[in-house]
Structure formats: C-alpha cells, structure tokens
C-alpha cells in the first residue's frame, strides 16, 4: 500500500507564495503519475498541475499556468508545487494523487476515474 502526506498549506496573503509537498511511503515504484488538484468551497475538485516520471512531462491548468512549478525529489519520494503570486482563487484544499504506472502528465490531470492513491489534503488560504 501507498500513503501520501501533504504539507506546506496555510494562511498568505494575495501575491505571496507557499510551496506544498507530498511524501510518499509504503510501496511505490520508479514509474509513477503524480498530480496536485484542489477543491475549492463550493466547487467541485480540479486538476492543478502534474508530472510523469516515465517521460518527464509536466502539466499545468491554464489557471495556474506561468505561477506555479511542480518538481520531483525522486530519492526523497516528494513532489513538490510551488506556488507563486497566488491570488484568492487559488483559495482551497489541495491534494496529491499518485499512480504507480506509466502515464503522461496531462492525462493523469485530465482523465477522471484513475485509480491511485490520495492524500488527505493540505488547506490553502490567499487572503485578499
């Protein structure tokens, strides 16, 4: 089994910066999808940025496309999400997902129903 801990969350004010991580333990492999997405109050839960160990690709929601940066410690098994110039849309629970196979980064972000693992989420809050 796979768990995953997200940290980094809290409280910021609009155009400042958080960077989130996610750990990951227990049976993971070197081929693996990991994604960030959020849900918002009141919206439904949405893809944010991902990243694919097999090829190295990465994806980001125009959204967030130019102030976030999703990067990998491999040795560490962390992903990380950088996020800069945030502003009070970006105001919500972040989660990492991970899947141990070979997937590109944008279709672990934009195919529904993939089977992985979750985290519980970390909360992020951009005052204005």
């Known amino acids: 089994d796979v768990q995953l801990v997200e940290s980094g969350g809290g409280l910021v004010q609009a155009g400042g910066s958080l960077r989130l991580s996610c750990v990951a333990s227990?049976?993971?492999?070197?081929?693996?999808?990991v994604g960030w997405f959020r849900q918002g109050p009141g919206k439904e839960r949405e893809a944010v940025s991902c990243?694919?160990?097999?090829?190295?690709?990465?994806y980001y929601s125009d959204s967030v496309k130019g102030r976030f940066t999703i990067s990998s410690d491999n040795a560490k098994k962390v992903v990380y999400l950088q996020m800069d110039d945030l502003k009070p849309e970006d105001t919500a629970v972040y989660y990492c997902?991970?899947?141990?196979?070979?997937?590109?980064?944008?279709?672990?972000?934009?195919?529904?129903?993939?089977?992985?693992?979750w985290g519980s989420g970390t909360q992020v809050t951009v005052s204005s």
């Open positions: 990243i694919s160990s097999s090829d190295g690709s990465t």
């Open positions: 997902t991970a899947i141990y196979v070979v997937i590109p980064a944008e279709t672990l972000c934009t195919e529904d129903n993939l089977p992985g693992y």
């Open positions: 227990g049976s993971t492999y070197a081929d693996y999808g």
